[in-house]
């Protein structure tokens, strides 16, 4: 099913305004000399999954062919190609990347000519980097079972393809990214093919984004987290170590709600069966409760090369005559009014001991010093999850029945224990 959903929409026709309003396909790429698709290679390529629009939909792993031109359109002097995926990269990494000009003209060899393709990278300021240029003549493919005699086919899939004749890929070593750099780019090549009299000049632009350092081992790398954590960061920052590593972290959770308005919020969920990971849920699910918040952060975190850790706290057994977690601070959650919750536990992300709560959007030096903000009291309690699964208990007028004061520091006879672990 994602491969469907991803080829309908790629195959839906590129559209603009019309005097009366209504949209109408952009025009279809006609010069029969052209790019027909361009795959990115290199130490430092960052492989990712592609995920959603629903938890249903099974993920897409993306290899190095990025862009497809296939049914390829014009929009003034760009061309936007069907397939138009991210690249990322880390860091220090110089990437390769292979351009194969296609021919989709008259049957026969095609024609000779000559190529010059030019690349650089454009940031968020407007800021250019020259990242390639190369020169030299087409040569087209030799034949061979696997080209089936120098034709391939230009579109992603299904039976309505265009069958095109390709030269000889163009394989281009491009200039090593910054040091210590997040960003994402967008990434600008101009592509001019001369045959005989005839001059053929295309502009095609795509997402490029760059990672600070590169992700930790294991680390699952879906293409939002990388563009969200990036963009966020955006910056060039010098690596000293975990003053650094905490610097970035406090960058990316204070960021968190520009997600809101994609409507990201926090609040209760029926987790799905079988469950993968909490942060491809909280990608796929627009609500979801702490502990999908914080493997999203711990991944948004660690695909940045920044090492971190969940911490839970929890009362094992909350009853009517013993404790459970009463949320003292009414300060609203990620998406939602000012509220006060009461928690079975709760889940944060730790980076070199600091602690970082993507529910509330909090930062605290230390485990005690959070514990002490945000459960400054304990009340006795038999909800757990209010009885009702995921669901949460809201207590309006503050902590009912007794309450005891949550001393400052860490008490384990209490009660109230801590969990650390790294998994997402």
Known sequence: MKSLFLLLVFMIPLCCACDDGQEKPLPRLEDP????????????????????????TPNVSVGDTLVVFGDARVDGDLVVPERNWMAAYASDATPLIT????????????PEG????????????????EFFS???????????????????????????????????????????????????YTLVIEHVYTTGETTYRHTTHTEFAQVWRAPLPNTILYQQIIRWGSQWI?????????????????????????LVPLGYRYGSLVRPVPYTNKAEVFLDYKQSACGEFYGFFMDLV?????????????????????????????????????????????????????????????????????EDYLFASFCYGDEGK?????????????????????????????????YRGETY
């Open 134 to 184: 190369v020169q030299g003549e087409l040569e087209p493919a030799e034949e061979s079972d696997e080209l089936d005699d120098r034709r391939f086919e230009l579109l992603l899939d299904g039976d309505d393809t265009i069958e095109g004749q390709q030269y000889q890929p163009i394989t281009v070593t491009a200039a090593r990214l910054p040091h210590d750099t997040a960003k994402v």
């Open 99 to 110: 351009i194969t000009p296609a021919w989709t003209g008259p049957d026969g060899v095609p």
């Open 302 to 370: 660690e695909t940045q090369g920044i090492d971190a850790n969940y911490l839970v706290f929890m009362f094992p057994n909350p009853s009517p005559d013993w404790y459970s977690m009463y949320q003292t601070i009414d300060i609203p959650a990620l998406g939602r009014e000012s509220k006060v919750w009461r928690y079975g536990d709760h889940g944060l992300v730790e980076v070199n001991g600091r602690v970082y709560d993507p529910t509330y959007v909090l930062i605290k030096e230390n485990a005690d010093e959070y």
């Open 386 to 418: 209010c009885g009702r699964g995921n669901a949460w208990c809201l207590i309006p007028d503050g902590p009912q029945g007794i309450c005891a004061d949550n001393e400052p520091g860490y008490d384990p006879e209490l009660g109230f224990m801590r």
């Open 33 to 56: 000399l052209h790019t027909g698709r361009i795959d990115f290679s290199g130490l430092g390529r960052i492989y990712y999954e592609i995920t959603g629009p629903d938890f249903e």
């Open 234 to 258: 955006d910056a060039t920052v010098e690596d000293l170590g975990e003053p650094t590593e905490n610097q970035l972290a406090d960058v990316l959770l204070l960021s968190l709600p520009r």
């Open 114 to 129: 000559t190529y010059d393709v030019r690349g650089r990278l454009v940031d968020s300021a407007g800021v250019e980097m």
